[in-house]
C-alpha cells in the first residue's frame, strides 16, 4: 500500500515536463499530486491532454492558478514543482511562494539558474521577472551538490545536465585542461509541446543540424555549474524524440589510460545511484525513459573523449526535479525514480 502523504502542486501542468513529471509523482510512493495548474487547459482532464496517463491520473483536471492560494495556506509542507515557461515561472513563483512558510520549490525552467540579474539579461536578452528571488534560489545538479542547499532549487538545462556529469569528475580530480568542447545532439521534445520547424516530423525525420553553435543558453550554465573550465558547445538536433548524446573533448593534464579515469570517476559518483562509468561508449537507448546518465571514456595521445547519454525529459528535467525534491523531504533520493521501464522506446 502507497503511503502518499506529501502534497504536491504542479505548475504549467500541460508541457512535456510537466507531463513527465506527473507521471513519475503518480507512481511515487511518497507525493500524490494534489494540483495540477494549467492557464491554457483549465478545466480538462489530466488524462486527455496526456493519455498515456490515462488509469493513473483519475478523473483530475487542471486547474487555475488562483486555486494555489488556498492550497499553499497554512504551515503543512507542500511541494511546488515548476514547469512554466522561461520567464512566467519567476513571476509565478514570486507571488506564491510567500504564501507558505513550508513550500518547497523545485524549479525547471531557466528563471533562477543565475543569481546575477545581469548575467541573465544579458543571456535572455530581458530584466529577470523578480531579481529579489535569485539569491534565495540555489541551481545545482543533485547528484553533484553536497550539504544543504534550502528549500528553494534551480534545476540546470537538460543540455547542462549531461555535460556537467560528463566534466565534473574531471575538472574536481584536476585532469583536464580548462578549454574543453562539446558537440551534443538532442531529441525533438527538447524543442517542447508547441508545434515548430524544429519538431514538425517530415522535417526533423532523417535529418541533423547545429543550431546556435557556440552561443547556445546552456554554455554559460556549464560553465556556472563548473568554475574554471571554459566550454565551446555545439548543439545539434537529431531525428527522434527523447534524449541527449553529448561527446566532450579535452585534453589531459597528465597520462592516464582511459580505465584509470573510469575508475576515478566511478569513484567520484560512487555516491549517487544515477551515474555509471565504463570504457564501453553507451547508447541512448540504455537510459531513454529512466533517470541515469551513462558516461563513456576514451583516451588516445593525450586527448580524452567522454560521451554522456540521458534523457532530456527525465534526467534533464522532471526526474531531476523528483530527485531533487526526495531530497528536500529527507526521502531516499532513489525513491520513485528506479522503477524498471519499457526497453526499445
Partial sequence: MLKKTIPSIVLGGAGYVAGEMLGLLLNHPSFFVETVV???????RVDCVFPHLTGVAGDQVFAEIDSCAERLQGKRQVALFSALPH?????????????????????????FRFSDPDQYERIYGRPHPAPDLLKRFTCALPDLARGDVGDLVSHPGCFSTGISLGLAGLREGDWIEPEVQVSAVTGSTGAGRQLGPGTHHPHRQSSMWAYQPLHHRHQPEVETLLPGLKVAFVPHSGPFSRGIHSTIFARLKRRASAEELADALAEYYASTPFVKVSTQMPTLKEVVGTNRCHLGVAVA???????SVIDNLVKGAAGGAVQWMNR???LDEKEGLVNAVPGWI
Avoid at 494549467?38 to 480538462?44: F, R, V
Avoid at 595521445?301 to 560521451?307: F, R
Fill in 38 to 44: 494549467s492557464s491554457t487547459h483549465q478545466g480538462e
Fill in 87 to 111: 520567464g512566467e515561472s519567476a513571476k509565478i513563483l514570486d507571488q506564491v511562494i510567500g504564501q507558505s512558510p513550508a513550500v518547497r520549490v523545485l524549479d525547471v525552467s531557466a528563471d
Fill in 328 to 330: 528536500l523531504f529527507s
Fill in 301 to 307: 595521445d593525450g586527448q580524452l573523449v567522454v560521451t
